[in-house]
């Protein structure tokens, strides 16, 4: 099964230049939470911008160049031929959501409360995939937050 994790802006932005455009401290535990021990699968700017592989986790890297050797490499067919049998987590970034959106079943996303000035990096829209949201959190800044932000749990 095929399940996504993102954090974005209020207008769907999830970086600028290479990195996340915020500090949210109470994010990156909930996204702990969420791909722990699962197998995580990225794009290779956001593995590039992770500098060191997620612990505990199987981090898998999606680029097009063969010598790629920091990490383990999949193609999007191996990807897909993965999630047929374990739970695979998509965690960004942009190019890579937009490569699996048709096909996840599961989405959380967290709404940070700002709008990030010269984003370079969206959210892929699912207006139209039919998915309901299954529950909603808020959550006050705690002090290692830049900003409120909203958990939302989504399935198709
Ligand atoms: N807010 C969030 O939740 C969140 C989460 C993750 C990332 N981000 C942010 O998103 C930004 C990075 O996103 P991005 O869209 O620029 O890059 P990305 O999706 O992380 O990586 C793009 C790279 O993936 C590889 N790739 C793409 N399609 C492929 C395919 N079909 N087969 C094989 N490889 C493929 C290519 O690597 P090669 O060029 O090596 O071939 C491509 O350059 C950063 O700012 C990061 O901080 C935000």
């Known amino acids: 099964m095929l399940t996504m994790i993102f954090a974005c802006d209020k207008a769907g932005a999830i970086g600028?230049?290479?990195?996340?455009?915020?500090?949210q401290s109470s994010d990156l535990q909930f996204f702990k939470q969420i791909t722990l021990n699962k197998n995580v699968v990225m794009g290779r700017k956001t593995w590039d911008s992770?500098?060191?592989p997620l612990p505990n986790r199987r981090n898998i890297v999606m680029t097009r160049n063969e010598a790629?050797?920091?990490a383990e490499r999949?193609?999007?067919?191996?990807v897909m031929a993965l999630a047929e049998n374990e739970e695979v987590?998509?965690?960004g970034g942009g190019e890579i959501y937009a490569l699996f959106l048709d096909h996840t079943k599961e989405l959380h996303r967290t709404v940070v409360h700002?709008?990030?000035?010269?984003?370079?990096?969206?959210?892929?829209?699912?207006?139209?995939l039919g998915f309901h949201?299954?529950?909603?959190?808020?959550?006050?800044?705690?002090?290692?937050?830049?900003?409120?932000?909203t958990f939302q749990h989504w399935i198709v």
């Open 16 to 23: 600028k230049e290479g990195s996340l455009p915020w500090k």
């Open 50 to 52: 992770l500098g060191r």
């Open 68 to 70: 790629f050797a920091e």
């Open 74 to 78: 999949m193609t999007y067919e191996q």
């Open 89 to 91: 987590v998509i965690i």
């Open 114 to 128: 700002t709008l990030v000035e010269d984003a370079d990096t969206y959210a892929p829209n699912f207006d139209h």
């Open 133 to 149: 949201l299954l529950t909603e959190r808020h959550v006050p800044a705690g002090p290692r937050d830049e900003h409120p932000m």
